[in-house]
């Protein structure tokens, strides 16, 4: 007899055990299957951000942020510190320990909200009476039947043509979190967000860095000025960066790895390394789900298909994060998580995608929600540009991280805040405040007008703001 829920979710990720959680909040009866384990077979909720993504990346780069700081500016302080050395494997545990705790977080959320949660492999079996019949695989065969199911499966690292992840010479990002040993030489292929991370974790910590990538502009999804100031700041750090890059046949051997490149001005180029990271993006994951059992349409890319409400061309399922169209990001999972099991309610709940802001972890850290300069040239949109340095914070100078500035974009005629852009200690933080601004169509000026606490970062956000009527206090 198939044990029958108001919600089933597929996955457990960002996306997957908040719409779990949300579901019950509101009353549904739910279940949620993952088949992500832990090395001893352990379930392991939360997905890649949890597993090998966004948790375990902070925590190494929290770590081999304190390291840096201990060899290169403790100093500054007057903290004389002598001998400074690494223990890899307790540096890599507390990033395992930090993911065991988000794990387990997950599945205590699951009992606090009555949701029940099958460890194994979810996949849809037919259409039966009036809804799902989902099957789950794993150390208990289970049947479930359900009146609405939530696809969550998230993504998986792609891979070069040819060159499958071994986790040991070529590496995703999860064979990228768990090295042994620092390379002397590690390559990384792609300067997006988790090269970028990745590469600077490494570096940090002793490697030659060499990250190479396709596009011929450095971080071109970023605003240009931003992107600039990003390039001359990595590489002055050590990070060696190429771009318009063309990637010829990889070879591994037990020892080392080759990559032949065509740099940006057409010569033939070798790089030689111990590890290779291969960041070039991720594919929606969907093997063993069955969409072609009961027919769940997919794009050309292999994206579940779903309108503005996140619903696929079947009745009463949904499809929500990485396996679907838009930005691969946690933050925006979990808001279609939310909306979705808000919209199964009765409720009209609405994902703005304009305001989702974007984040890189690296020092200095980079974010940015709305559109950047590029983009409003290209629209033909007339705006007004303000910036501030935090050269001139005195928060920053206080910290001794004065790298960066905020930039803000408004509308020419209204002032409406159109984009918001900062490179620099906590950008990830800062953020916030341009994403509500943002979200209630506010003005330049309403941030201008707003008390900022003194000495806080928060202050460039200010001045920036009154720099687009061109009238800063501190610069």
């Known amino acids: 007899m198939a044990k029958q829920f108001d919600v089933v979710v597929i996955g457990a990720g960002p996306g997957g055990y908040i719409a779990a959680i949300r579901a019950a909040q509101l009353g549904m009866s739910v279940a949620c299957i993952d088949a992500w384990s ?23 780069l929290q770590s081999s942020e304190h390291y840096d700081q201990a060899n290169h500016h403790f100093a500054e302080h007057g903290i004389e510190v002598k001998g400074v050395g690494l223990k890899l494997d307790t540096l890599v545990g507390r990033k395992d320990s930090v993911v065991k705790q988000n794990n387990e977080g997950i599945l205590y959320l699951f009992k606090k909200n009555k949701v029940t949660f099958f460890h194994g492999t979810g996949s849809f079996a037919a259409y039966v009476d009036g809804g799902w019949s989902i099957k789950v695989a794993g150390a208990s065969e289970e049947d479930l039947l359900a009146k609405h199911v ?227 040239k290209t629209e033909g949109v007339a705006y007004k540009a303000g910036s501030f340095p935090f050269l001139a914070n005195g928060r920053a100078r206080a910290l001794g991280d004065t790298t960066g500035f905020v930039k803000i974009l408004a509308d020419a005629k209204t002032d409406e805040v159109l984009g918001v852009h900062i490179i620099g200690p906590m950008a990830s933080e800062l953020i916030s405040e341009a994403v509500t601004i943002m979200e209630f169509r506010g003005a330049a000026e309403d941030i201008a007008r707003i008390c900022h606490a003194h000495p806080t970062l928060s202050e460039a956000m200010k001045e920036a703001a009154l720099a687009v009527d061109k009238r800063t206090l501190n610069f």
Not at 38 to 59: E, H, L, M, Q, R
Not at 200 to 219: I, K
Request: one cysteine or more; a negative charge.
């Open 150 to 376: 939530i696809v969550a499966t998230g993504s998986a690292p792609r891979a070069l043509p040819g060159l499958p992840f071994d986790e040991k010479k070529i590496l995703s990002n999860d064979g990228a979190l768990s090295l042994g040993a620092v390379p002397k030489k590690l390559g990384v292929i792609g300067a997006g967000v988790i090269g970028l991370e990745l590469g600077s974790v490494w570096r940090r910590l002793g490697a030659e860095v060499t990250v190479l990538e396709a596009m011929p502009d450095f971080l071109a999804v970023a605003d240009q000025q931003v992107a600039k100031e990003a390039l001359k700041v990595f590489t002055k750090q050590g990070l060696k960066i190429s771009t318009g890059v063309k990637i010829g046949e990889v070879k591994t051997t037990a020892k080392s790895v080759t990559v032949p490149y065509t740099d940006a001005s057409g010569a033939e180029q070798s790089l030689a390394v111990d590890n290779l990271i291969v960041s070039i993006g991720r594919v929606p994951h969907t093997q063993g789900l069955g969409v072609d059992t009961v027919g769940l349409k997919l794009d050309e890319r292999g994206f579940v298909i779903v309108d503005d409400e996140c619903k696929t061309n079947l009745p009463n399922v949904w499809a929500v994060g990485d396996v679907v169209r838009g930005p691969m990001l946690a933050h925006k999972a979990e808001e279609e998580g939310v909306a979705v099991a808000e919209r199964i309610s009765g409720q009209h709940s609405h994902v703005n995608f304009g305001t989702i802001p974007s984040v890189i972890y690296t020092s200095p850290e980079i974010a940015w929600v709305g559109r950047n300069e590029q983009q409003l």
């Open 38 to 60: 832990t090395a001893d077979g352990k379930p392991a909720p939360g997905g890649t951000c949890t597993n090998v993504g966004c948790i375990p990346s902070k925590a190494l």
